[in-house]
């Protein structure tokens, strides 16, 4: 369950791709057919991880790719350099080092697993059909989960999307571990439906 923690911001990778405008807000229906003409996404993201004995969050920066149906691409760039490559059920985790990335072949990869499934329900706009996730639709365009699995509360208590305007983005995902610590991933300069190279996920 330790993997389930280091790759919680995962967790909320693929939530940053749901129609905009408050209309599409109104049903899971018009949810799911937002997200039908969404086949790939490019975008930045900054993260920062909140901690009560941090006076500042730790913060990182990276690009996410992903092609439908399961191909996704999730990499920090800044402070430390790391990728994590899912396509056609194979799951890989690269680490950089000394100037090239190696594979991290002591990666727990099961618990990586559960995460990517959890975000193909999402990418598919299904927040409701989640097996992991209970999900309730909340007024002004945010989306509040609650793990249904109680090994996953010991990491994660519930995760709060607010939507964006701009259409197939969301504006911020904010995981919270406990009471007092969370991280929140803000996703920028979003491109949906552009070509991407298969290259893109099969190495770093």
């Known amino acids: 369950m330790n993997n389930i923690v280091r790759f919680s911001a995962l967790l909320s990778i693929m939530l ?12 899971w229906q018009s949810i799911r057919e937002a997200t039908d003409g969404i086949h790939t996404i490019k975008s930045e993201f900054i993260q920062e991880k909140h901690l009560p004995i941090l006076k500042k969050p730790l913060v990182s920066r990276g690009l996410i790719c992903f ?12 402070p430390v350099s790391s990728v994590l490559i899912t396509h056609k059920g194979d799951i890989k985790r690269f680490i950089k080092h000394e100037g090239s990335f190696q594979e991290d072949a002591g990666a727990h990869l099961e618990a990586m697993q559960i995460v990517l499934e959890e ?18 639709l909340e007024q002004a365009g945010q989306i509040v989960l609650i793990p249904k ?38 996703f920028e300069n979003t491109i949906l439906n552009e070509s991407i190279p298969p290259e893109v996920f099969q190495k770093p």
Request: proline share 5%; aromatic share 14%.
């Open 119 to 136: 975000i193909s329900f999402w990418l598919a706009g299904q927040f409701d059909k989640s097996p992991g996730f209970r999900a309730t």
């Open 16 to 27: 940053c791709f749901t129609p905009s405008v408050l209309a599409w807000t109104n049903d």
């Open 67 to 78: 092609h439908k149906p399961g191909s996704l691409r999730w990499e920090y760039q800044t």
């Open 149 to 186: 699995n109680s090994q996953i509360t010991k990491f994660i208590t519930r995760i709060e999307l607010d939507l964006a305007d701009q259409p197939g983005m969301i504006k911020t995902v904010t995981i919270f571990e406990s009471k007092t610590s969370f991280t929140r991933l803000t």
